[in-house]
């Protein structure tokens, strides 16, 4: 609060100065005016003052009218803001801005003065406009003007060689801010652009060398430090295409984000950021239609289970956003649920927010939930989800994921929840491992019931979230952090990944389009290497893959797949009002069977049953369980990837030929 208060104290004094200075110089190009008219020559300045033709002089005019002019001209200079704006990042705007009160405000002196049967030479008032507009200008852009002149005489000397790719509006405001900051010591070298026309011009002095096939040459030869990523009006796929060449230099990469980050008017330089994995990801992030998400969460009281996990807690953030009457948060973990209840506190003070410790195998503390709060939306997100962990102890993944589903869900139709938004996963289809085959049938349980019950129940299934609590990223970093070796499973296996907040807007987004047993699915665009993505973590820590830090393939880990799938064939798709959401078509079952084998695979699994996987095997036909134990071929695995790969490059093809 100090720093606050001392802060603003500065900014008056500032303000304070600046206007004295304006009185002065006012004053000052008054008399230098007329000076100036006068040829420069101090007899015929001061014969002006005693003029016969005009008893009162023009040096007495000045006198007469000094207190006038000083006045109206800060009048005006005030209420062209001129002493509220960060003179340190001003631009044409600004000089324009001054032009004007300049040009007004000797308007006015030229009326005041011929209105008042007083007189001076007309080629005065030009003059006075000159020296008044370069008086004011300079004073403002003085900082700039120093900070420019040292940047020269200092030209390289221990700064970091920068490149800036991108010569729009955005690297112009990068390179002119970089130029003038003083914590950022960069010597930009060049500026890359792929637009012909802007190539061999100049942007605050720095040339355009060429497009994006100059990176390497011009990194060697100006021995670049750090590259400045200024595109945030760009595609993700075109950013991603620069950043891979840009990995090659070795030098520190910086991404400046969209382009709503900073047209606020706020510094471009403090938006910039590390390159983030993400940016490395390539596709375009999901487009939700926000006014149907508040439309259905708004006033509502909403339950989030497992609201303390990675997707629980961004859906907590999300929706907390959106005005709900009540949040409650459901969690069996105190320390994730403390975490979020104080965040969202300090975020949104006026949340009626309610934190409730409790597991969803507790078929009384479930009940009792509802009985009190009767929650209108519910979003299912607690299960076990670690794929080794699940296959060592398959009896807990079907008690807490499929029975905690099933006592969530049957709640929720005793209570009158009007909708009910199931956590899915890519590994629910065609599964190869039990927390997979658990979550297919928490998808069965979901359409079962929504054909017997008035709440609208529905699945939203997706791929590997990005960050989220024992994905693969964090194990990546942290074995980067400890020097390696970074650990594949297997050098051909790959993933569909999208980031946490992407996860939940679908989630959020599903809640709207549902009308019941639906399963929501999302283009997630192309696969991921997951080889190629830990080299690129290594190569974003700063280290050489294989050199630096090295990589070990472990084989692939039990239930573990080579490719995830998001869809059944025998599902098909429907497409929603967003193009990157689509509606897997129901499978049809006998629901009568299937609620009865439940009951039993209850029994089952809480007697502790050794044989849970054979059983879960036949209660799921798609499971495949049983060929995880059988040798596979090289050759047949080999022809399944290149045979997704062409499917997923054949429906990339279909999406562009669409979109032309």
């Not at 001209?73 to 509220?84: E, H, K």
């Not at 040339?207 to 990523?229: C, F, M, T």
């Not at 989220?468 to 993933?495: A, C, H, M």
């Not at 807007?505 to 019941?516: D, E, R």
């Amino acid at each position: 609060m100090r720093k606050y208060i001392e802060s603003g104290k500065m900014s008056l004094i500032y303000r304070f100065l600046l206007l004295i200075w304006d009185a002065v110089c006012i004053n000052l190009c008054s008399y230098a005016a007329l000076f100036i008219r006068y040829e420069l020559k101090w007899d015929k300045f001061i014969k002006s003052g005693m003029s016969i033709d005009y008893p009162h002089g023009y040096i007495t005019t000045l006198q007469e009218m000094m207190i006038v002019n000083t006045l109206l001209t800060l009048i005006v200079f005030t209420l062209f803001r001129l002493y509220n704006s960060l003179w340190r990042y001003a631009s044409l705007s600004e000089v324009i801005n001054i032009a004007l009160a300049c040009g007004i405000s000797t308007v006015i002196h030229f009326l005041t003065v011929f209105g008042t049967y007083r007189r001076l030479p007309r080629s005065y008032f030009f003059i006075y406009f000159m020296l008044l507009f370069f008086m004011t200008l300079t004073v403002r852009f003085s900082y700039r003007i120093i900070r420019f002149l040292y940047n020269e005489n200092v030209h390289g000397v221990g700064m970091r060689n920068t490149m800036v790719i991108g010569g729009g509006e955005a690297g112009n405001m990068v390179i002119n801010e970089l130029k003038m900051s003083k914590k950022l010591d960069s010597n930009i070298c060049c500026v890359i652009d792929d637009n012909k026309s802007k190539q061999n011009t100049f942007i605050n002095g720095i040339k355009v060398i060429g497009g994006r096939d100059k990176i390497l040459d011009a990194a060697s030869h100006y021995e670049i430090n750090e590259i400045i990523v200024a595109m945030p009006s760009a595609s993700k796929k075109e950013v991603k295409e620069i950043l891979e060449i840009c990995q090659q230099t070795g030098a520190d990469l910086k991404i400046l984000p969209g382009v709503y980050q900073f047209v606020n008017g706020e510094a471009a330089v403090e938006k910039l950021r590390p390159v983030q994995i993400e940016d490395l990801l390539g596709r375009e992030p999901v487009k939700t239609d926000l006014d149907s998400i508040t439309g259905y969460v708004k006033d509502k009281v909403v339950l989030v289970t497992g609201g303390g996990g990675s997707i629980g807690s961004e859906l907590c953030r999300q929706i907390a956003a959106n005005q709900p009457k009540m949040l409650i948060i459901f969690d069996i973990y105190e320390n994730n649920a403390y975490d979020i209840q104080q965040e969202l506190r300090r975020h949104y003070p006026y949340l009626h927010l309610e934190v409730l410790i409790g597991s969803v195998r507790n078929t009384s503390r479930v009940d009792r939930v509802f009985a009190t709060y009767h929650p209108d939306i519910v979003y299912h997100a607690a299960a076990h989800k670690h794929v080794p962990l699940m296959e060592d102890s398959p009896n807990e993944a079907i008690k807490n994921n499929v029975f905690g589903t099933y006592k969530v869900a049957l709640a929720a139709d005793k209570y009158g929840t009007s909708k009910f938004v199931l956590i899915s996963t890519d590994k629910a289809v065609n599964p190869t491992n039990i927390m997979g085959a658990s979550k297919r049938i928490c998808e069965m349980i979901v359409q079962g019931l929504s054909r017997q019950s008035s709440t609208e129940f529905v699945a939203v299934r997706f791929g590997n979230v990005l960050g989220s609590n024992g994905s693969v990223i964090p194990l990546f970093k942290k074995q980067i952090e400890e020097g390696g070796p970074v650990t594949v499973t297997d050098k051909r296996i790959i993933r569909y990944f999208m980031t946490i907040p992407e996860a939940v807007s679908l989630v959020l987004q599903a809640g709207a389009f549902a009308k019941g047993g639906e399963i929501f699915v999302l283009d997630m665009g192309e696969p991921v290497k997951i080889d190629d993505l830990a080299r690129n973590l290594i190569k974003l820590s700063g280290y050489v893959p294989d050199e630096d830090i090295k990589i070990v393939y472990s084989g692939l880990r039990p239930g573990e797949k080579l490719y995830e799938e998001i869809l059944m064939d025998e599902e098909g798709l429907t497409q929603t009002e967003n193009e990157l959401i689509h509606i897997g078509k129901p499978l049809e079952f006998d629901e009568n069977e299937f609620f009865d084998r439940l009951q039993i695979l209850y029994e089952e699994a809480y007697s502790e049953v050794p044989n849970m996987k054979e059983i879960i095997a036949d209660m799921v036909p798609t499971y495949q369980y049983r060929r995880n134990n059988e040798k596979k071929d090289k050759k047949v695995i080999d022809k399944k990837l290149s045979s997704f790969y062409e499917n997923s490059r054949k429906s990339e093809g279909k999406k562009r030929d669409g979109n032309d």
